[in-house]
């Protein structure tokens, strides 16, 4: 057990302070360097701040440091960062280049992508686990093998993509930005669709995100449907855990497939405020707000097994309760049976300076989202919580 954890454990933590206002607090990140306040009401103050803290994140890693948005590059389509790769650069995500005028990919895209895969067990570690089929038997008997509880002796196929579009201080896998700056590990479509058999029900792309390397994941996940019902399997699940900040016409196919399929979208909302968000992932994620709106349009489509799942991590100090209250009431708004799931907060990759996230802070996101409407929510990752602050 390192220090930090062991000051977890005693109750004692930092005082972070903010260098706009000069506040000092436990839930204050010094990573960061801003307070939440001054993140909402004093931003122009605080961007710099930020874009700095980013810009040096992002080059440990050797990734571009911004989206580029050269005059005379060429058009990323692919995701909501919307690269002008120049000659020569590099896009966002670190895998698609310029090269003399055409984009092209560190690999042989799109038939293979950077990442790995591995079978995960049922009942899996899911951010949609208490409404899953794979979990619950939801939707039986078309979606599910199981008309109660978990397809044990079953497994998902679980994809993780080494690349992602946007920048998250607290990123749990955090390991992505080497596979993207090196390129490496691959995996290829037919190395995927060899993963399916008459022991695995679901396929779930994940990361990093699949974001940048969707149109692999789509052409993957078609493969795959197409594999197991070659080997009579009755049940095939297509699922996705993104940030939700891809083109909205490559989002529609991967709903299209969950759909058929008895998947689930499951969308991770960062936070509420434009600039909590860019602080947190170095983006404008306004995007993300849109293309859940297109999701929950279809939700009614599939009765049987929810279409959509939202989750946010409660970050301390961040995450707070006002962004709670704007992400629910925009969730109630389109469907209050869309289900939300709040995920504790533990500190990892830079943002290490914060506590976990405090069971009276979870409890009170639970309380404010019932009392916004929404009727199917729940706390996942329970045991992180603590009286932290």
Request: charged share 20%; proline share 6%; hydrophobic share 40%.
């Amino acid at each position: 057990m390192s220090v930090l954890d062991n000051l977890f454990y005693i109750g004692v933590w930092f005082l972070g302070k903010c260098l706009v206002c000069g506040r000092e607090s436990r839930l204050v990140s010094s990573v960061i360097g801003v307070c939440v306040d001054c993140l909402r009401r004093r931003y122009s103050e605080a961007r710099e701040i930020i874009r700095d803290v980013h810009r040096r994140a992002r080059a440990r890693h050797k990734l571009p440091l911004e989206p580029p948005h050269a005059v005379d590059g060429v058009a990323c389509n692919v995701c909501g960062n919307q690269c002008r790769i120049p000659c020569g650069g590099l896009g966002y995500c670190g895998l698609v280049m310029n090269v003399n005028g055409r984009l092209m990919y560190k690999m042989d895209y799109p038939s293979e992508a950077v990442g790995l895969y591995y079978l995960d067990p049922h009942p899996t570690n899911c951010v949609a686990d208490w409404v899953c089929p794979g979990a619950t038997g939801t939707g039986y008997p078309k979606y599910s093998l199981v008309p109660s509880g978990a397809e044990r002796g079953y497994y998902n196929i679980a994809v993780f993509y080494g690349a992602c579009n946007l920048d998250c201080l607290y990123c749990q896998n955090w390991e992505y930005r080497n596979m993207a700056s090196k390129g490496k590990p691959l995996i290829s479509i037919d190395d995927l669709v060899k993963a399916v058999s008459r022991k695995t029900t679901c396929v779930c792309f994940f990361g990093g995100d699949p974001g940048p390397q969707i149109i692999h994941a789509l052409k993957a996940a078609k493969a795959m449907v197409e594999a197991a019902a070659d080997q009579g399997l009755s049940v095939f699940r297509v699922c996705w855990e993104t940030n939700g900040f891809m083109n909205p016409s490559l989002l529609d196919q991967a709903v299209e497939l969950s759909l058929e399929t008895g998947g689930i979208v499951k969308i991770d909302v960062k936070a509420w405020s434009p600039s909590v968000y860019e602080a947190l992932t170095g983006v404008d994620g306004r995007l993300v707000f849109e293309n859940v709106k297109r999701v929950a349009r279809r939700f009614s489509d599939r009765p049987e097994v929810p279409l959509l799942v939202v989750s946010t991590l409660l970050v301390p100090g961040y995450v707070d309760d006002e962004e709670v209250n704007g992400i629910t009431k925009f969730l109630a708004e389109l469907n209050p049976e869309i289900p939300y799931r709040l995920l504790a907060f533990h500190p990892d990759y830079l943002l290490r300076d914060l506590p976990p996230t405090s069971r009276r802070h979870a409890y009170n996101s639970l309380e404010i989202a019932k009392r916004n409407g929404l009727k199917n929510i729940s706390i996942g990752n329970w045991w992180i919580l603590g009286d932290y602050y």
